[in-house]
């Protein structure tokens, strides 16, 4: 792309309109601080014209995701129909189901709240497929906001589903659905349950993340190691320590957690020892 902006600009506008085809290809081919220069604005309301680009985006064998969020975000900007546009793709037609949709839907993730697509994610919440049940789940709860409209997700039989309608919650007063759903069987919504009621301020945090540490299942424990490291919960840190020293157990999460504290300044436990973390993992 010419570094001058109006030459830039001109030259973007004749590819458009000589030849679409050719303009999407160059599109694709730019690289993401490309997409980023000051012809953005210009080079979003280009793009956003463009029906094969949504198809681009939405395919993973053809466009890597960074790439896609940033294409997609320069059109979103200059035309608010395109986030519409992505999510019509999902399960459309045979070749959307699977990972066309599933990409579709963590481009709408990136793109917003997912308030603009409300209806569709309403919809999906019920689709057959886990995957794009549990991925609705979190973008329409997100967008929806709504704790009592929510429950009927807090209870199906799918934890992929039941995690991400936690997750969706956070910020929420919902500290009695966060307490619920920290007995759940599964570990991933019991572990959001406990970062749900941290972000509320409800409960003891380093108490129920020291309880998931010190459960029989490693899922669990790596769970709890993944919670510590979210809420910033330097309270935990020689239970972490503790399971960063246990071979066959959640080593990787719980030493990932432990980097994760030391890069965020939390104070820990004068017993914890970083220094014998390996300097790899620091990576």
């Known amino acids: 792309m ?18 679409p085809s050719e303009f999407v290809e160059a599109v ?35 466009c890597r995701m960074q790439l896609a969020v940033a294409i997609s975000r320069l059109a979103s900007s200059a035309d608010a129909t395109f ?24 481009l709408l993730g990136s793109l917003s709240t997912g308030a603009r697509v409300l209806p569709y994610l309403v919809h999906l919440v019920s689709d057959q497929d886990r995957f794009i049940r ?8 997100r967008a929806k906001r709504d704790v009592h409209w929510m429950r009927s997700l807090l209870n199906d039989p799918d934890p992929r589903v039941r995690a991400n ?28 349950a406990v970062v749900g009621l941290h972000i509320t301020g409800g409960g003891n945090a380093s108490g129920q993340i020291g309880d998931l540490l010190a459960h029989r299942d490693p899922l669990f424990q790596a769970a709890g190691a993944w ?28 030493l990932r957690a432990l980097v994760e504290l030391r890069r965020s300044a939390i104070p820990l436990d004068r017993e914890t020892v970083l220094d014998e973390i390996p300097r790899r993992s620091m990576r």
């Open 2 to 19: 010419p570094a001058n902006p109006g030459v830039a600009r001109s030259a973007l506008l004749r590819c458009a309109t000589r030849d």
């Open 28 to 62: 694709f081919g730019l690289s993401v601080p490309e997409l980023e220069a000051p012809v953005s604005e210009v080079l979003g309301a280009l793009i956003c014209r463009n029906d094969e680009v949504v198809d681009r985006v939405c395919d993973p064998e053809r």
């Open 134 to 141: 549990s991925r609705a789940a979190l973008l329409a709860g």
């Open 227 to 254: 919670a510590a490291g979210r809420c910033q919960e330097g309270a935990v840190a020689n239970h972490l320590r503790r399971l960063a020293r246990t071979p066959g157990g959640p080593r990787g999460a719980a």
């Open 165 to 192: 309608a936690v997750e969706s919650l956070w910020g929420m007063r919902a500290e009695a659905e966060f307490a619920a759903a920290r007995r759940d069987y599964h570990h991933r919504v019991s572990a959001n």
């Open 83 to 106: 986030e519409a546009r992505v999510a019509r793709r999902i399960g459309v037609c045979a070749r959307d189901r699977g990972a066309w949709s599933y990409r579709a839907l963590d």
